[in-house]
């Protein structure tokens, strides 16, 4: 930790001379809390060293990006994410002073010297280098070797179902700010673990206690009741687990002795953490007699079709999904264009990782809200996730029974279109950018135009380009320019046309 932290100091340290020796004097500023993370862009400087040549001086203003090849990308093509974020001192906004952002995506961007001069865009911008993403902290960091049971958590109200999962609210009763409050709650006898009842909550404790995790309790059908074929059938869950998390009694030697089994995805501050990974045997969980009884053991459930055990995921508790924040809020302009970039931020991270989400959209995207109300948004639910240390991004389509991924409605063209044969192969390296394109409809308050039905429904199989429905003319030009760039029905042109230069 103290060597990450010197690191992460001289870094900072860094960042300043270079901004002392080329940027114009003034106050600069990050976004949201002190202690969240912003929205990336550490990786300028690495950016404006890649787009320019040997023995070119280094440009601090951000020009629009042309199409050029780059060895180093780690995209199939040769592409990547690239990401710059720019801010500018002006009036406070709702997340503090006026962001400005820059960033491309696609086949390795460079620089033009020539600006476009479009709705009233500066003339110049005064890119600067903010705090590199932080990770958010570990509830269960200094309680490394529990939480491994299910008996150990006080488990709350349901937050959500899926179609394989159950979420609910969760905390530890020896986390610091519940020491005192789960000795004056009465739970329900003979559970296990031990629950809350809803009705008796605040008759019973004067505080109720902060639920700051959330278990998610998977559906067991067909995996069996060992722990060993339960991590090995669900082992896309794991993806996003740390080994702290799998440090368990089954987890770290059952899911790391298989090989050729899931990648292991690097922390990112847009995708979820999970803290731990276990298994138990299913509990009879507030509403499950309700929500989900076939999913139930017989022993719980005369009709149930599950089996006595399962895995359990313990991760933050989010307040909400994109999809149900964008029901109550409607963003801003500038603040749609964080969001989005912010999804763009996770995507690249994947597909850098050599995994492949393929089952992107707004409800498996989560979000977290800092002080000011600003919206954080966190990828999660890899359930369908493409993550194999062989075969990376490149799936084997060899008959119509492999499995292509989960959303049906944003399933990339070049996923859906493809024929299976011999040799065939799905390339995953541009299909949740591509879904990005289609939730950032979602994000400036128009109707996905892949959902619902009638003559605005649009089919990714058979959809042209030009029946895309236009954004409204208070989005940004170039920030219309990317979603259209991003829903090209070519994975190839997606990088060759994207210019991207967002202006808030």
């Known amino acids: 930790?103290?060597?990450?932290?010197?690191?992460?100091?001289?870094?900072q340290l860094g960042r300043a001379l270079l901004l002392r020796f080329t940027a114009k004097p003034g106050p600069t500023y990050?976004?949201?809390?002190?202690?969240?993370?912003?929205?990336?862009?550490?990786?300028?400087?690495?950016?404006?060293?890649a787009s320019r040549g040997p023995g070119r001086a280094a440009q601090?203003?951000?020009g629009l990006p042309a199409a050029t090849a780059s060895s180093a990308s780690q995209w199939p093509a040769g592409a990547r994410l690239q990401r710059q974020f720019v801010v500018r001192a002006g009036q406070r906004g709702p997340c503090g002073r006026a962001v400005f952002l820059a960033f491309g995506l696609g086949l390795g961007l460079s620089r033009r010297s020539k600006r476009r001069q479009a709705g009233g865009l500066p003339s110049e911008i005064q890119a600067i280098f903010t705090q590199k993403n932080k990770l958010l902290p570990d509830p269960l960091d200094t309680r490394r070797w529990q939480g491994f049971r299910l008996e150990e958590y006080l488990i709350g109200q349901s937050i959500g179902k899926g179609c394989s999962a159950a979420v609910y609210e969760a905390t530890m009763p020896v986390l610091p700010q519940n020491l005192e409050v789960v000795k004056s709650i009465r739970l329900l006898p003979g559970s296990s673990p031990e629950i809350i009842p809803r009705g008796e909550e605040e008759e019973q404790a004067p505080r109720a206690p902060t639920f700051p995790l959330a278990i998610k309790m998977m559906w067991n059908i067909s995996a069996g009741s060992s722990s060993e074929a339960i991590f090995s059938t669900m082992s896309q869950e794991l993806v996003p687990a740390s080994r702290v998390a799998l440090a368990g009694e089954y987890g770290a030697v059952i899911h790391r002795k298989s090989k050729g089994g899931p990648k292991q995805l690097a922390p990112h501050p847009n995708i979820i953490r999970v803290f731990r990974a276990f298994t138990?045997?299913?509990?009879l969980l507030p509403g499950a007699l309700i929500d989900y009884p076939d999913v139930l053991p017989p022993r719980l459930h005369p009709g149930g079709l599950g089996h006595g055990r399962t895995l359990f995921l313990v991760m933050k508790n989010y307040p909400c999904t994109l999809r149900q924040y964008l029901c109550e809020n409607t963003p801003s302009p500038r603040l749609a264009t964080v969001m989005t970039l912010q999804l763009l931020e996770g995507v690249d991270h994947l597909v850098q990782q050599g995994i492949a989400h393929r089952d992107l959209k707004s409800d498996n995207i989560l979000v977290d809200l800092d002080a000011d109300g600003c919206p954080w948004l966190v990828i999660t639910d890899f359930g369908c996730c493409l993550a194999d240390e062989h075969i990376g991004l490149q799936l084997p389509f060899t008959s119509w029974y492999v499995d292509r991924g989960g959303n049906g409605c944003l399933m990339a063209p070049e996923v859906c279109?493809?024929?299976p044969g011999p040799r065939a192969v799905i390339d995953y390296s541009k299909a949740d950018a591509w879904a990005v394109g289609a939730i950032t409809y979602e994000i400036f308050g128009?109707?996905?135009?892949?959902?619902?039905?009638?003559r605005a429904h649009l089919e990714s199989r058979s959809y042209q380009e030009a029946q895309l429905p236009a954004l409204p003319e208070s989005v940004p030009l170039d920030v219309r320019q990317l979603v259209r760039s991003l829903l090209q029905r070519e994975a190839s042109k997606t990088s060759e046309k994207l210019v991207a230069k967002l202006v808030c």
């Open 446 to 454: 128009l109707p996905n135009p892949f959902y619902g039905q009638g």
């Open 60 to 62: 601090v203003g951000l």
């Open 30 to 49: 990050g976004w949201g809390r002190p202690e969240r993370p912003g929205p990336a862009a550490g990786w300028a400087a690495e950016s404006a060293r």
């Open 417 to 419: 279109t493809a024929c």
């Open 1 to 11: 930790m103290a060597v990450r932290q010197a690191l992460g100091r001289g870094l």
């Open 280 to 283: 138990s045997s299913v509990p």
